[in-house]
């Protein structure tokens, strides 16, 4: 070929690049609209082939339109834009997902994995539109030689919080509370309509999420260690996203600070260890947003920008704190523009990308969501401050005005942190951070507000008092501050670890000034914090069996383990009463696989069982089998102890 001639592969014209766009979307919604489509005996071409034959047409046109054509004449002056190019496809594959999976809801279809890869894939476009390979190239090997002690170091702390979080995952704790036990439930419902969208709410748990979760249940059965899983990797993620925003915002010591007191917190590691508080994502999600976003802002880096609205808006097919994080950066944008412009509007490129890969890959979940309400307000209603009607009731019942009890509301969120114990969802009579961490915390928190003037210390401030007053001023009640509040707590740790750097610093004993005080008097207080940590986890608090708040969510998790070993035929029956009795837990429904267990309220003597049946005892009722075993011997009789309790006996009728 002369290397003067146009290689139509290499360099197309505008109207070959429109026409196979259209082609592509033309024909996969055709595909869809196809796939959709009832199969009627009487029509041999469905209208839908019709679709896919018009867009198969106009890629056959752009492979055999000539650059000498009319057509390509008029369009020849247009822009060559690859990065507009990319811009509209994302548009319109995230546009094709919602359309997909709107059909698919309608027609009843339950298997949305095409729809959730268009999706993926346009995000994928979005990214492609700023990103260049070229930002790969780097000297790694050297890279990795110049890093090599950090790396190590953060090799070690990640694989100290990696093992704090699986050990025992699914034993410790051994009881799975209500709560669990209901996401396990939603988890097993989310491959079943109306429940396998997506972009579905449950009480604002994404159906994405819940669908991972299914995964997890299918891949290692219904148990706890499959419903911890997500929580353990989000919490082990969580260390590392933590110390690169640390790193950025702050440096190298302060960031392996923050990833450590991170790995060894006793909350962190509880709620890395249940599925109850959904929360836990948020610790490595927002972190990972906040980074991409900062970075991209400094850098005036377009592609960390579309990455970080990408993140957002998959997270918002995850769960609600998603919306803390626009609300977040919203106000920071607002006050970075008025009192940081210097700084803020040079990256309004940057910004408006953001904000578009957000919006552009939203539009799936926002779909659903301005079509389904009801489903998006549900925990606003239910546990919302101003939509429930706590606000205008506690302006009643105490007199006080408005204003003063949202304060107070914020006030209680800040002080769960390291006042309040952690009781809700936990049971732990300690706060979220322990007392020395504490005091770190304040001494750092008092440093980031007098640095307010710039965009990294603002952006802090931002993640920590934006979270404490979104979980203070939209939630309620109260006492659930002490896991709502997990959200801040990356943000918390990052403040403690800047405390601690300032206070070492100011002291003439910095890392730079005298290295061997300075990682003395760390490590000191690193070890320290490592044993108390773990002492208020695996001892004091999962030691005391304290997890469930209470002995019926106990015994319901001992129920249903047990049953889950019995083999389906066999009939089980529970003497029950008003405390303790199947349908009041779905801890048992989802241990057991939702295998029928009946209530028996009768005295025993009233109660004819066959050979083979197994009968099980509640506390209360213990005394009762076991007499009535001693006048039907034969049975096989198993105790069943919670922290050396009898929790439940167990007779199997001979």
Not at 315 to 341: C, D, E, P, Q, R
Request: aromatic share 12%; hydrophobic share 50%.
């Amino acid at each position: 070929m002369d290397e003067n001639q146009t290689d139509p592969q290499n360099n197309p014209e505008p109207i070959q690049i429109l026409l196979i766009i259209l082609g592509l979307i033309v024909a996969l919604v055709g595909v869809i609209f196809l796939y959709v489509t009832p199969i009627a005996a009487n029509v041999v071409v469905p209208a839908a082939f019709w679709v896919v034959l018009l867009g198969a047409g106009l890629f056959a046109a752009a492979l055999i339109l000539r650059p000498s054509s009319k057509v390509a004449r008029l369009l020849k002056h247009f822009p060559k834009n690859p990065t507009g190019s990319w811009i509209v496809i994302a548009v319109l594959l995230s546009a094709t997902a919602a359309l997909a999976a709107y059909w698919f809801e309608k027609q009843n279809i339950t298997g949305y994995l095409p729809v959730v890869t268009i999706w993926f894939l346009g995000a994928a476009c979005y990214l492609l539109a700023f990103f260049s390979p070229d930002r790969l190239r780097r000297d790694w090997k050297k890279w990795i030689i110049d890093h090599r002690a950090e790396l190590i170091l953060v090799g070690v702390i990640l694989l100290i919080g990696i093992g704090l979080r699986f050990y025992k995952l699914g034993d410790m704790p051994y009881t799975i509370n209500g709560d669990e036990g209901r996401i396990g439930i939603f988890a097993k419902e989310s491959s079943l309509n109306p429940h396998a969208n997506p972009y579905s709410l449950r009480e604002n748990l994404g159906g994405l999420y819940l669908q991972l979760i299914n995964a997890m249940v299918i891949a290692f059965g219904s148990n706890a260690f499959a419903l911890r899983l997500l929580p353990a990797i989000g919490g082990s993620l969580a260390l590392l996203t933590t110390y690169r925003l640390a790193r950025h915002l702050t440096n190298k010591n302060v960031a392996l600070i923050a990833m450590f007191l991170l790995a060894v917190s006793h909350t962190h590691m509880h709620f890395s260890r249940t599925a109850a508080v959904t929360y836990i994502q948020g610790t490595w999600l927002i972190p990972l947003e906040l980074y991409f976003f900062i970075s991209a802002v400094e850098k005036r880096s377009s592609w960390r920008a579309a990455l970080s609205g990408i993140i957002l808006a998959i997270h918002m097919s995850i769960y609600i704190s998603a919306m803390m994080v626009v609300g977040i950066l919203i106000a920071y944008l607002l006050v970075a523009f008025f009192w940081l412009k210097k700084n803020i509007r040079p990256a309004w490129r940057q910004i408006m990308v953001f904000w578009a890969g957000f919006l552009i890959v939203l539009i799936p979940e926002g779909s659903y969501i301005l079509r389904q309400t009801n489903q998006f307000m549900s925990r606003f209603n239910a546990e919302g401050t101003f939509s429930s009607g706590w606000l205008a009731n506690e302006i009643v019942i105490t007199g006080k005005s408005g204003a003063t009890i949202l304060f107070d509301r914020v006030v209680h969120a800040f002080l769960s942190l390291i006042y309040y114990p952690a009781f809700e969802f936990y049971g732990s009579y300690i706060p979220i951070i322990s007392m020395v961490t504490a005091v770190l915390f304040i001494m750092g928190l008092v440093y980031i507000l007098i640095r307010a003037r710039s965009l990294k210390m603002l952006l802090l401030n931002g993640y920590f008092w934006g979270a404490t007053a979104a979980v203070g001023l939209f939630a309620i009640p109260p006492s659930a501050d002490s896991y709502r509040m997990l959200v801040a707590l990356p943000a918390a740790i990052i403040i403690a670890a800047i405390g601690l750097d300032q206070i070492l610093t100011r002291l003439g004993i910095g890392m730079k000034t005298r290295p061997f005080h300075y990682a003395t008097i760390t490590s000191v207080i690193m070890v320290s914090l490592f044993i108390f940590n773990i002492w208020a986890y695996f001892f004091d608090f999962i030691g005391q069996c304290r997890y469930g708040g209470d002995v019926q969510t106990r015994f319901a998790s001992y129920v249903g383990n047990y049953a889950q070993k019995i083999r389906r035929e066999t009939n089980i029956y529970l003497l029950s009463n008003e405390i303790y009795r199947i349908g009041t837990h779905d801890s048992v429904n989802f241990l057991a696989g939702n295998r029928p267990i009946t209530n028996v309220d009768d005295p025993m003597d009233d109660f004819e069982p066959v050979s083979g049946e197994i009968i099980i005892a509640n506390p209360d009722r213990i005394g009762e089998l076991r007499a009535w075993s001693r006048t039907h011997p034969g049975g096989e009789l198993q105790y069943i102890f919670d922290c050396q309790k009898e929790i439940m006996l167990v007779y199997k009728v001979p």
